[in-house]
């Protein structure tokens, strides 16, 4: 008897394995951790979301983190902690007030959601975070966000 129950989980892992042969192969990824600033300061929450850039070849899914209190973030892809697409991306972060609770909701007028961050930074087009993730480097990643241009006019 256990040598059949031996033999059904190795048959059962076998037929898993070509089973799951059968599907496209996943992007190359690398491991992507940082820190977000916001005017020198750690940004206690937030996410920050790495945007392939198509214009320069990268190609794929968008790489996602939550920022920690201490403004450290780990980027992940396909499963927790893989990193990002090794590639060329534009980088977006969204950093909002706490949503209205339900009694809040009541309030006339009710909390508005509102961004703690620069508007800016929140697409990846405008946010003027641009990063490459390489194969064997240390993709260690420092966003500083700025309430206001250190450029004339800003």
């Known amino acids: 008897m256990r040598r059949r129950d031996w033999l059904t989980a190795t048959a059962s892992g076998v037929l898993m394995a070509v089973v799951g042969c059968g599907g ?3 992007p190359a990824t690398a491991k992507v951790l940082g820190r977000v600033t916001l005017d020198g300061t750690p940004l206690a929450k937030g996410v920050v979301m790495f945007y392939p850039d198509r214009a320069k070849g990268t190609v794929g899914r968008m790489a996602v983190a ?8 780990e ?3 396909f499963k927790p902690g893989d990193g990002a697409i090794i590639g060329h991306h534009l980088v977006a972060v969204v950093c909002e ?9 009541k309030m006339q007028p009710p909390p508005v959601v509102r961004s703690l961050i620069p508007e800016k930074y929140t ?7 641009k990063f490459e993730v ?4 240390a993709n260690e990643f420092l966003l500083e966000l700025r309430r206001h241009s250190a450029e004339k006019g800003g």
């Open 66 to 73: 939550p920022i920690g209190s201490d403004g450290r973030f």
């Open 134 to 137: 390489k194969t064997g480097a």
């Open 24 to 26: 496209p192969a996943l």
């Open 97 to 105: 007030t706490d949503p209205p609770t339900m009694e809040q909701t």
């Open 75 to 77: 980027l992940s892809s």
């Open 123 to 129: 697409r990846p087009e405008s946010s003027g975070l």
